[in-house]
């Protein structure tokens, strides 16, 4: 069956970093859309990255230039490194896979940017 298992979440103080990792299993993950998505408490879920079979990227206005999204076909992962968090970054962070048939969802995992 399809597994999407997020890790990399923690807390981190404004300004730093981490690297949120997806391993996916079950579908053919070269062929697959893969993006981040994130839900803050209260909020909608948003999109946050997108990277396409071809490797082309897309990024939400809010994280551009902080976020970069990347995969590896050869270990079925996709990668969010996130760069000068900022407490408006706080959300649980979801792997997304867009297969020729369906959508899979993650289980999310918990980033708190807080000093």
């Known amino acids: 069956q399809v597994q999407l298992v997020e890790s990399g979440g923690g807390l981190v103080q404004p300004g730093g970093s981490l690297r949120l990792s997806c391993a996916a299993s079950?579908?053919?993950?070269?062929?697959?859309?893969m993006s981040w998505y994130r839900q803050a408490p209260g909020k909608e879920r948003e999109l946050v990255a997108t990277?396409?079979?071809?490797?082309?990227?897309n990024y939400a206005d809010s994280v551009k230039g902080r976020f970069t999204i990347s995969r590896d076909n050869s270990k079925n992962t996709v990668a969010l490194q996130m760069n000068n968090l900022k407490p408006e970054d706080t959300a649980v962070y979801y792997c997304?896979?867009?297969?020729?048939?369906?959508?899979?969802w993650g289980q999310g995992t918990q980033v708190t940017v807080s000093s």
């Open positions: 997304y896979a867009l297969t020729i048939a369906k959508g899979y």
């Open positions: 079950g579908f053919t993950f070269s062929r697959s859309v």
């Open positions: 990277i396409r079979t071809g490797g082309n990227t």
